[in-house]
């Protein structure tokens, strides 16, 4: 058996997904993502001027053979351009040999956990007032766990993933059409005075039994970020996000010593030796990876299993860059993960984006039900494809009041 052809579409309705179909000799065809958000030509490119001449020829069905050649076959190994490339034909390989085997993709990993896997939405509001009603909204909708993210009073522009207006009630997305980045003002000392006080407002609100998570989106010196963890503690967040770059992996450290605030890291990772220390010496709670940015299903299911052995439950990015391609990877991983905690998932659901990649996962009560048709269960209508071309687009940069370059 062999990969006669593969082919790379950028575009989609709203985001610029970067989609792989992997043809073969067989009659049989799999779907990968390598969409990497606002970088979105670059693993492009790289799939098929140096990946996909590689690839034909190649038998399908010997995804770990094909994984190692194209990771160690690479003497400039990882980084997020590469791995994205290898993670769309690593997704691709797993939908063809499910198919072949007819049978849903989670089966080959060892079949269902559970029935349904948790997801967190994402919440947001301009101010408190705002973002209480976005939270109602989610809660109605049957959502058991919401991400929530709120402006801060004084601070002179939004900060991360909040609207500059009330109402918008849904996932705020931040990023901006055009290659020149909006800028946005962050103070940390307004933040730290406002946002614990207005978690555990939430909290009282809501009561109990809401999963309530926060992202604070690397914004935290290392010091601060403790603080910031143990001022929270009382709220029981589900987990608290990226407080501190993990460049600088012992910051984490400091962080665990002073609280037991769940920590969630990772969606920026790219393989498992950048978690496998976080992981071994139980610095965090959560592993953040997703199957794009992180090589693929074979890579993260290493990252699992390392994580199973030390109390680390999964929490796979989902931001809307992702396509539904890497969503249905994460769906099955998912129902099979024994140590799976919760899955981001946006509230995409755009009639556009259902033409696009027609699915048959579904969403019931806030937790998704993964497909039982074989492969990864999405397809991917290249009629509709047509339709799009690739619109740059940016993340925001962050500067201080002074004018000191932050983190996004
Ligand atoms: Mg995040």
Same mark, same amino acid.
């Given at each position: 058996?062999?990969?006669?052809?593969?082919?790379?579409?950028?575009?989609?309705?709203?985001?610029?997904?970067?989609?792989?179909?992997?043809?073969?000799?067989?009659?049989?065809?799999?779907?990968?993502?390598?969409?990497?958000?606002?970088?979105?030509?670059?693993?492009?490119?790289?799939?098929?001027?140096?990946?996909?001449?590689?690839?034909?020829?190649?038998?399908?069905?010997?995804?770990?053979?094909?994984?190692?050649?194209?990771?160690?076959?690479?003497?400039?190994?990882?980084?997020?351009?590469?791995?994205?490339?290898?993670?769309?034909?690593?997704?691709?390989?797993?939908?063809?040999?499910?198919?072949?085997?007819?049978?849903?993709?989670?089966?080959?990993?060892?079949?269902?956990?559970?029935?349904?896997?948790?997801?967190?939405?994402?919440?947001?509001?301009?101010?408190?007032?705002?973002?209480?009603?976005?939270?109602?909204?989610?809660?109605?909708?049957?959502?058991?766990?919401?991400?929530?993210?709120?402006?801060?009073?004084?601070?002179?522009?939004?900060?991360?993933?909040?609207?500059?207006?009330?109402?918008?009630?849904?996932?705020?997305?931040?990023?901006?059409?055009?290659?020149?980045?909006?800028?946005?003002?962050?103070?940390?000392?307004?933040?730290?005075?406002?946002?614990?006080?207005?978690?555990?407002?939430?909290?009282?609100?809501?009561?109990?039994?809401?999963?309530? !998570?926060?992202?604070?989106?690397?914004?935290?010196?290392? +010091?601060? /970020? &403790?603080?910031? $963890?143990?001022?929270?503690? =009382? %709220?029981?967040?589900?987990?608290?996000?990226?407080?501190?770059?993990?460049?600088?992996?012992?910051?984490?450290?400091?962080?665990?010593?002073?609280?037991?605030?769940?920590?969630?890291?990772?969606?920026?990772?790219?393989?498992?030796?950048?978690?496998?220390? !976080?992981?071994?010496?139980?610095?965090?709670?959560?592993? +953040?990876? /997703? &199957?794009?940015? $992180?090589?693929?299903?074979? =890579? %993260?299911?290493?990252?699992?299993?390392?994580?199973?052995?030390?109390?680390?439950?999964?929490?796979?990015?989902?931001?809307?860059?992702?396509?539904?391609?890497?969503?249905?990877?994460?769906?099955?991983?998912?129902?099979?993960?024994?140590?799976?905690?919760?899955?981001?998932?946006?509230?995409?659901?755009?009639?556009?984006?259902? /033409?696009?990649?027609?699915?048959?996962?579904?969403?019931?009560?806030?937790?998704?039900?993964?497909?039982?048709?074989?492969?990864?269960?999405?397809?991917?209508?290249?009629?509709?494809?047509?339709?799009?071309?690739?619109?740059?687009?940016?993340?925001?940069?962050?500067?201080?009041?002074?004018?000191?370059?932050?983190?996004?």
């Amino acid at each position: 058996m062999q990969i006669t052809d593969a082919r790379v579409f950028v575009g989609g309705p709203g985001k610029n997904y970067v989609t792989l179909k992997i043809l073969t000799d067989a009659g049989v065809y799999g779907l990968g993502d390598a969409t990497l958000n606002n970088r979105e030509t670059l693993p492009a490119a790289y799939l098929r001027d140096y990946l996909i001449p590689n690839l034909i020829g190649m038998d399908p069905r010997n995804s770990e053979d094909i994984w190692q050649f194209f990771y160690r076959g690479a003497y400039f190994r990882r980084g997020p351009i590469a791995m994205a490339a290898l993670g769309a034909i690593d997704m691709a390989l797993w939908d063809i040999k499910a198919k072949l085997a007819g049978l849903p993709l989670y089966q080959l990993f060892g079949g269902k956990s559970r029935e349904g896997a948790m997801v967190y939405a994402h919440a947001t509001g301009a101010d408190l007032d705002d973002l209480m009603d976005s939270i109602a909204w989610y809660v109605e909708q049957g959502y058991q766990a919401v991400r929530v993210q709120c402006g801060i009073p004084g601070m002179p522009s939004a900060s991360y993933a909040v609207p500059e207006h009330k109402g918008a009630r849904r996932h705020y997305i931040t990023d901006y059409a055009g290659i020149r980045p909006k800028l946005e003002i962050w103070e940390t000392d307004r933040y730290m005075r406002f946002m614990p006080d207005a978690l555990a407002e939430i909290r009282a609100r809501f009561g109990p039994r809401l999963h309530i !998570l926060h992202d604070v989106h690397h914004r935290l010196l290392p +010091r601060e /970020a &403790a603080e910031f $963890a143990k001022a929270v503690e =009382p %709220v029981r967040l589900f987990w608290m996000e990226d407080p501190t770059p993990a460049e600088d992996q012992d910051a984490l450290r400091l962080v665990r010593q002073h609280s037991t605030t769940p920590i969630a890291i990772g969606e920026v990772f790219n393989a498992i030796w950048d978690c496998n220390r !976080l992981i071994e010496d139980e610095l965090i709670d959560f592993i +953040r990876v /997703a &199957a794009t940015y $992180a090589g693929g299903i074979t =890579p %993260v299911k290493r990252i699992v299993d390392l994580a199973g052995l030390h109390h680390v439950r999964t929490g796979f990015h989902g931001a809307p860059s992702h396509s539904p391609i890497c969503m249905a990877a994460h769906a099955h991983l998912n129902a099979w993960a024994p140590n799976f905690g919760i899955q981001e998932y946006l509230v995409l659901g755009t009639p556009e984006c259902d /033409a696009l990649f027609p699915s048959e996962h579904r969403m019931e009560n806030g937790m998704v039900l993964v497909s039982d048709a074989p492969g990864l269960g999405v397809d991917f209508d290249e009629t509709e494809a047509a339709r799009y071309s690739y619109e740059p687009g940016s993340h925001p940069v962050v500067r201080l009041p002074d004018g000191t370059m932050w983190n996004y």
